[in-house]
């Protein structure tokens, strides 16, 4: 795709108000590159059965980033995509036919009860306030869904196999030592106030998730809950 064909980002709030932190973003850009990122995103979508899923589903993804989940969905057939994220610099890095929102999740302002499948690969455990961000970004992706739509969830969750992770990747020979795991290191220091907020309350999280759902799925291991949920 040329620079002249790239998608118009609609922007539904201006650019820098409300974030974002260039030291975490240039972590997170070192963590894996597009393609490993893409491989990870198609191995998770795919475990979440979405190669059954109709491609004209309307798909939309939430704190979308430089947008390799879309890419990864465009790769397996979707046609309908559109991306939403905070952050313009992350946003103009995507190259894809996805429709781009510059918008804060807490505050969807996207077209109501018209989509198939609303998904978020790392993202709530970002919100500064719990319970009440992650109620309004709920209740926000509630209201997007069709009646039968589905809402797919990827985060950090706190397991003995996460603990173990950040003990090492934090140890400063091994941060020294292994690029992926200062990466690491840096996103987590960089956002550690929210980060532990979110795994030091795994059941307010779920509480919140069944005031606005129907849970299909809830699988917490290897340090990522792994979720599924309906209308």
């Not at 191995?43 to 004209?56: A, V």
């Not at 995509?81 to 918008?103: C, F, I, M, N």
């Not at 739509?149 to 140890?171: N, S």
């Amino acid at each position: 795709m040329s620079e002249s064909e790239r998608p118009e980002i609609v922007r539904h709030v201006a650019a820098g108000q409300l974030c974002c932190d260039p030291v975490w973003e240039a972590a997170y850009k070192r963590f894996e590159t597009p393609d490993q990122e893409i491989a990870k995103f198609i191995g998770r979508l795919k475990r979440f059965g979405f190669e059954s899923i109709d491609k004209q589903a309307r798909v939309v993804e939430i704190f979308c980033g430089r947008g390799n989940g879309l890419v990864a969905l465009e790769r397996m057939g979707f046609k309908h995509l559109e991306g939403v994220d905070l952050s313009d610099s992350l946003l103009e890095e995507y190259h894809g036919p996805a429709q781009l929102h510059l918008a804060d999740c807490t505050d969807l302002p996207l077209e109501r009860s018209a989509y198939d499948v609303v998904i978020v690969q790392g993202g709530l455990h970002h919100l500064p306030s719990l319970p009440q961000d992650l109620d309004r970004t709920l209740a926000g992706v509630a209201g997007l869904l069709k009646p039968q739509g589905r809402f797919y969830v990827i985060e950090p969750w706190k397991t003995p196999f996460l603990v173990f992770a950040h003990a090492v990747t934090e140890q400063p020979l091994m941060r020294k030592l292994y690029a992926k795991g200062d990466a690491l290191a840096t996103m987590t220091d960089r956002e550690r106030v929210t980060y532990e907020q979110w795994l030091a309350a795994p059941e307010l999280i779920r509480q919140s998730f069944d005031r606005h759902f129907q849970i299909r799925q809830w699988d917490t291991r290897w340090g990522k809950l792994a979720a599924i949920a309906g209308r």
